[in-house]
């Protein structure tokens, strides 16, 4: 609160916007109305990438390199938004120029010397705040609000000789009280990240600093409020443009903040805690793109309210980590050993982030910034120079290529089990972790990994979040028939139900036979197949896995929901990248007994799963329940069943006294049958359901093993669909005969295939007897029989509707739930 010759200022508000707020004049636009005319103090930093460029400029002109195309690239971005924002005034972009010029100058002596001391380089890196405070102010004035610009550097002292730099709080605080002298009427726009040192020269707090230059003048200006904007909307569990669903932090601890500031959430510096902490005064992170949008709060005092639902409250990660290790049998028991490693670290200027020792002493390791490793190797070389050549200390190992991972939150102390919980999906997922802490205040937990498997463990980390944690499935859907078009409607249907059980699922691409469709989440779709018909993709299984690839989550799972050898042919492709599948084709497994045994293999070894419940008696529970019994330890020695509806309703019609050709067609009217009906009569599709059952009780059984009864007359086995139709009237007699002398005095006849332990296998018309099971079907129901060890007696009965999209996509569901368990 500021008090203002006796009246009550009651919000005093110190913004500041950071480079990607600035990015570009319609970024800038927005920034204006942000402000508004209420009279404030905003800082800023340099416009967009412009603190990268011009480190670039002076890393070539050290090389000896040519920079112009930078530099004409930093003067061709801020021209364009001198000419737009603030075109009339000319002051400015006459300054900008001679910058400019300066600047080259300096590039020049830094080639030609070969040197650029740090003083010269934080001078240089200053420039990006100048121009874009200058132009900020421009583009205020530009539409008539009152506002000054300030030069940081003209009245806030630091000392810069050690890091952090230190702050000269009562020079600065005499300064600012002169110079912001008309707060109740004007606009101030501060640069962020520049200051005046101990030499009377333009320096810089330090990279990334102008969260603390806000957090400063929040201070000096004993503001009400610090509001930082920047490109998203607040602090989340974790970094947004990595872990998709992390979720956003409405409030946070100064502590907490600190913690997750400290270990890398960039979205706020750690420096810029301390000073608002110390006079309470809050922090809000907004996002500038969507400024009505709720922000996260830092503040003294949390809502206490569901503290306990989360075991992580952030997830941070540092990329760019080198790990480094001192070891040797000389070390062990040498007291101060550690003490001396350190001591050389801090006089090179080397901050050590983690560190493990391990309780034989035998070695200490500790993670530096990658950039700082070969000053740290050599430090310790030159000091352990006598320790190395006696072999006391075996080598100063230093690799770089590492991330390191830090999970916060109160959550994790003191809970058993909470270390398991972070790093078991890791292990799940074969990531090494190559050297892991747990901070003594037990908040945190520290990984180390290297950075290629950053962005997984990230997000396979994060889902361990929740109390109780969430399961992330990814779905690839090959197929939009009948059974996959009725999946994406049950998923879409139980999406948010399943959510609310902590299982989320998202539907990431879809392919049909000719084209290929992936974004985030396709159930949020409600035209998906038009969509997927207009797409620019076409269907390729390559890009498919690439696409799943690109993808960070625990479970990624391929559906082929089609009728295709070519899609089942690359299922062990899909496994070998780590993707379970799930289908109800039986192609995979009625091909060779050697391709049945590497989908396993390579599932085996790649830690998925290939599940395929909906290979036989659609949604039935047949395969697992044949897991199940043979896990617990029975032991199967025949399956019968009735596995085809079609067959199921004819022969049920047929029994009833309707003729076969009859039965037929009536099924066929009614959509039963396949398209050519001759698929269900020539008894392949029951033969494919044999074999699958058959390897499922470890019998090595190959589709022409089996014995196979084909219904269709031999004359019309190759003819046309239509002729078929056309003519198989005419066999209606001989066939209903047939039928008749087989069944002679049986209750009934089915299509019956079976299979046992022995490897006997067959399929064909069975003659029931009255107290058969079969003789109990209706419709186009299907029945198995298991006989078994323990149902020996009487067998194990499964019967339901076995075929039916309905309750095949809901066994290919039940399959892709299964997976996350
Ligand atoms: N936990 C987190 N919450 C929000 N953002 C984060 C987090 N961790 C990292 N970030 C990153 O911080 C970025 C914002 O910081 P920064 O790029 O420095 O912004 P600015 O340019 O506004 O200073 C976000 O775009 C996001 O990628
Ligand atoms: N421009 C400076 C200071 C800064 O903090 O920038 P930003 O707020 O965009 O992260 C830098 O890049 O280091």
Same mark, same amino acid.
């Given at each position: 609160?500021?008090?203002?010759?006796?009246?009550?200022?009651?919000?005093?508000?110190?913004?500041?916007?950071?480079?990607?707020?600035?990015?570009?004049?319609?970024?800038?636009?927005?920034?204006?109305?942000?402000?508004?005319?209420?009279?404030?103090?905003?800082?800023?930093?340099?416009?967009?990438?412009?603190?990268?460029?011009?480190?670039?400029?002076?890393?070539?002109?050290?090389?000896?390199?040519?920079?112009?195309?930078?530099?004409?690239?930093?003067?061709?971005?801020?021209?364009?938004?001198?000419?737009?924002?603030?075109?009339?005034?000319?002051?400015?972009?006459?300054?900008?120029?001679?910058?400019?010029?300066?600047?080259?100058?300096?590039?020049?002596?830094?080639?030609?010397?070969?040197?650029?001391? *740090?003083?010269?380089?934080?001078?240089?890196?200053?420039?990006?705040?100048?121009?874009?405070?200058?132009?900020?102010?421009?583009?205020?004035?530009?539409?008539?609000?009152?506002?000054?610009?300030?030069?940081?550097?003209?009245?806030?002292?630091?000392?810069?000789?050690?890091?952090?730099?230190?702050?000269?709080?009562?020079?600065?605080?005499?300064?600012?009280?002169?110079?912001?002298?008309?707060?109740?009427?004007?606009?101030?726009?501060?640069?962020?990240?520049?200051?005046?040192?101990?030499?009377?020269?333009?320096?810089?707090?330090?990279?990334?600093?102008?969260?603390?230059?806000?957090?400063?003048?929040?201070?000096?200006?004993?503001?009400?409020?610090?509001?930082?904007?920047?490109?998203?909307?607040?602090?989340?569990?974790?970094?947004?443009?990595?872990?998709?669903?992390?979720?956003?932090?409405?409030?946070?601890?100064?502590?907490?903040?600190?913690?997750?500031?400290?270990?890398?959430?960039?979205?706020? /510096?750690?420096?810029?805690?301390?000073?608002?902490?110390?006079?309470?005064?809050?922090?809000?992170?907004?996002?500038?793109?969507?400024?009505?949008?709720?922000?996260?709060?830092?503040?003294?005092?949390? *809502?206490?309210?569901?503290?306990?639902?989360?075991?992580?409250?952030?997830?941070?990660?540092?990329?760019?980590?080198?790990?480094?290790?001192?070891?040797?049998?000389?070390?062990?028991?040498?007291?101060?050993?550690?003490?001396?490693?350190?001591?050389?670290?801090?006089?090179?200027?080397?901050?050590?982030?983690?560190?493990?020792?391990?309780?034989?002493?035998?070695?200490?390791?500790?993670?530096?910034?990658?950039?700082?490793?070969?000053?740290?190797?050599?430090?310790?070389?030159?000091?352990?120079?006598?320790?190395?050549?006696?072999?006391?200390?075996?080598?100063?190992?230093?690799?770089?290529?590492?991330?390191?991972?830090?999970?916060?939150?109160?959550?994790?102390?003191?809970?058993?089990?909470?270390?398991?919980?972070?790093?078991?999906?890791?292990?799940?997922?074969?990531?090494?972790?190559?050297?892991?802490?747990?901070?003594?205040?037990?908040?945190?937990?520290?990984?180390?990994?290297?950075?290629?498997?950053?962005?997984?463990?990230?997000?396979?980390?994060?889902?361990?979040?929740?109390?109780?944690?969430?399961?992330?499935?990814?779905?690839?859907?090959?197929?939009?028939?009948?059974?996959?078009?009725?999946?994406?409607?049950?998923?879409?249907?139980?999406?948010?139900?399943?959510?609310?059980?902590?299982?989320?699922?998202?539907?990431?691409?879809?392919?049909?036979?000719?084209?290929?469709?992936?974004?985030?989440?396709?159930?949020?779709?409600?035209?998906?197949?038009?969509?997927?018909?207009?797409?620019?993709?076409?269907? *390729?299984?390559?890009?498919?896995?690439?696409?799943?690839?690109?993808?960070?989550?625990?479970?990624?799972?391929?559906?082929?929901?089609?009728?295709?050898?070519?899609?089942?042919?690359?299922?062990?492709?899909?496994?070998?990248?780590?993707?379970?599948?799930?289908?109800?084709?039986?192609?995979?497994?009625?091909?060779?007994?050697?391709?049945?045994?590497?989908?396993?293999?390579?599932?085996?070894?790649?830690?998925?799963?290939?599940?395929?419940?909906?290979?036989?008696?659609?949604?039935?529970?047949?395969?697992?329940?044949?897991?199940?019994?043979?896990?617990?330890?029975?032991?199967? /020695?025949?399956?019968?069943?009735?596995?085809?509806?079609?067959?199921?309703?004819?022969?049920?019609?047929?029994?009833?006294?309707?003729?076969?050709?009859?039965?037929?067609?009536?099924?066929?009217?009614?959509?039963?049958?396949?398209?050519?009906?001759?698929?269900?009569?020539?008894?392949?599709?029951?033969?494919?359901?044999?074999?699958?059952?058959?390897?499922?009780?470890?019998?090595?059984?190959?589709?022409?093993?089996?014995?196979?009864?084909?219904?269709?007359?031999?004359?019309?086995?190759?003819?046309?669909?239509?002729?078929?139709?056309?003519?198989?009237?005419?066999?209606?007699?001989?066939?209903?005969?047939?039928?008749?002398?087989?069944?002679?005095?049986?209750?009934?006849?089915?299509?019956?295939?079976?299979?046992?332990?022995?490897?006997?296998?067959?399929?064909?018309?069975?003659?029931?007897?009255?107290?058969?099971?079969?003789?109990?079907?209706?419709?186009?129901?299907?029945?198995?029989?298991?006989?078994?060890?323990?149902?020996?007696?009487?067998?194990?009965?499964?019967?339901?509707?076995?075929?039916?999209?309905?309750?095949?996509?809901?066994?290919?569901?039940?399959?892709?739930?299964?997976?996350?368990?």
């Amino acid at each position: 609160m500021l008090i203002f010759e006796g009246e009550l200022l009651m919000e005093y508000i110190v913004h500041k916007f950071g480079g990607s707020s600035l990015a570009d004049e319609v970024k800038i636009e927005r920034v204006v109305n942000i402000i508004g005319t209420t009279p404030q103090s905003v800082v800023v930093s340099a416009s967009g990438k412009t603190t990268s460029l011009l480190k670039k400029s002076i890393e070539l002109a050290l090389e000896n390199k040519d920079s112009t195309k930078v530099i004409a690239q930093l003067t061709e971005h801020h021209l364009s938004l001198i000419s737009a924002l603030c075109p009339e005034d000319k002051t400015l972009k006459n300054t900008f120029e001679s910058d400019v010029t300066h600047l080259k100058q300096m590039l020049t002596t830094i080639a030609l010397s070969g040197i650029c001391g *740090d003083a010269l380089e934080y001078f240089i890196l200053g420039f990006g705040e100048l121009w874009s405070a200058q132009i900020l102010t421009g583009a205020l004035q530009h539409k008539g609000i009152n506002t000054e610009f300030i030069d940081a550097s003209k009245v806030l002292f630091i000392d810069d000789n050690h890091k952090p730099v230190s702050v000269d709080w009562q020079r600065s605080q005499q300064a600012v009280d002169q110079k912001f002298n008309d707060r109740k009427h004007k606009t101030y726009i501060i640069t962020g990240f520049i200051a005046q040192n101990q030499e009377g020269v333009r320096s810089i707090l330090g990279m990334n600093c102008s969260d603390y230059s806000s957090a400063i003048f929040a201070k000096l200006l004993q503001a009400s409020k610090l509001v930082i904007w920047t490109d998203v909307a607040g602090v989340y569990s974790a970094n947004p443009q990595v872990v998709k669903t992390a979720r956003q932090l409405k409030q946070l601890s100064y502590k907490e903040a600190l913690e997750l500031a400290y270990f890398g959430a960039s979205v706020v /510096h750690p420096l810029t805690i301390n000073p608002m902490m110390e006079m309470g005064i809050p922090i809000e992170i907004k996002s500038s793109y969507e400024p009505q949008k709720q922000g996260t709060e830092i503040i003294r005092a949390l *809502d206490k309210t569901n503290l306990e639902q989360y075991l992580i409250k952030g997830l941070t990660s540092i990329s760019n980590v080198a790990l480094m290790r001192v070891q040797g049998a000389g070390i062990i028991g040498v007291s101060g050993m550690a003490a001396k490693v350190f001591s050389v670290l801090e006089q090179s200027q080397v901050s050590v982030m983690m560190i493990s020792q391990s309780s034989s002493e035998y070695s200490i390791c500790f993670a530096i910034e990658a950039k700082l490793a070969k000053r740290a190797t050599k430090a310790l070389e030159r000091h352990f120079k006598a320790e190395i050549e006696r072999g006391d200390i075996e080598h100063i190992y230093c690799e770089t290529g590492y991330a390191m991972i830090t999970a916060v939150g109160d959550g994790l102390r003191a809970q058993p089990g909470a270390l398991a919980r972070v790093i078991k999906p890791l292990a799940d997922a074969k990531i090494n972790i190559h050297a892991i802490t747990q901070g003594s205040s037990e908040r945190s937990i520290t990984v180390t990994v290297k950075k290629e498997d950053e962005d997984l463990a990230l997000n396979l980390i994060h889902q361990q979040a929740k109390n109780p944690p969430v399961q992330e499935i990814v779905i690839a859907l090959i197929g939009v028939g009948g059974i996959g078009a009725e999946l994406v409607n049950q998923l879409k249907q139980q999406q948010q139900v399943l959510h609310k059980q902590n299982i989320n699922l998202r539907l990431v691409a879809v392919m049909s036979s000719t084209k290929l469709l992936c974004a985030d989440d396709l159930l949020l779709e409600s035209e998906l197949l038009h969509q997927l018909k207009a797409s620019d993709c076409k269907a *390729d299984t390559n890009a498919l896995a690439k696409y799943l690839q690109s993808i960070s989550c625990a479970h990624k799972v391929l559906v082929d929901a089609t009728a295709s050898v070519g899609i089942a042919r690359a299922y062990v492709d899909f496994l070998a990248q780590g993707i379970h599948v799930v289908t109800p084709n039986k192609y995979a497994n009625t091909q060779s007994m050697d391709y049945y045994r590497k989908l396993r293999q390579v599932a085996r070894n790649h830690n998925v799963t290939f599940k395929y419940e909906t290979n036989v008696c659609a949604g039935l529970p047949l395969i697992s329940t044949l897991e199940t019994l043979q896990k617990t330890g029975d032991k199967i /020695h025949k399956i019968q069943g009735v596995f085809s509806g079609t067959l199921s309703y004819i022969f049920n019609e047929v029994n009833k006294g309707k003729s076969f050709v009859e039965s037929l067609m009536l099924a066929y009217d009614k959509g039963y049958t396949e398209p050519d009906p001759r698929e269900d009569l020539s008894g392949m599709d029951v033969a494919r359901k044999v074999v699958c059952l058959a390897r499922e009780i470890g019998v090595s059984l190959e589709l022409s093993d089996v014995e196979v009864q084909n219904l269709t007359p031999e004359n019309l086995r190759s003819c046309s669909k239509e002729e078929f139709l056309k003519k198989i009237n005419s066999h209606d007699k001989e066939l209903t005969q047939q039928l008749k002398v087989l069944q002679g005095k049986a209750s009934a006849l089915h299509f019956v295939g079976e299979v046992s332990d022995i490897g006997e296998a067959k399929v064909s018309v069975a003659s029931l007897v009255q107290n058969s099971p079969f003789v109990s079907l209706d419709g186009a129901d299907n029945m198995v029989l298991i006989y078994s060890k323990r149902y020996a007696r009487s067998p194990m009965v499964i019967r339901g509707a076995g075929a039916g999209v309905e309750v095949t996509a809901a066994g290919v569901f039940g399959d892709i739930l299964a997976i996350s368990n």
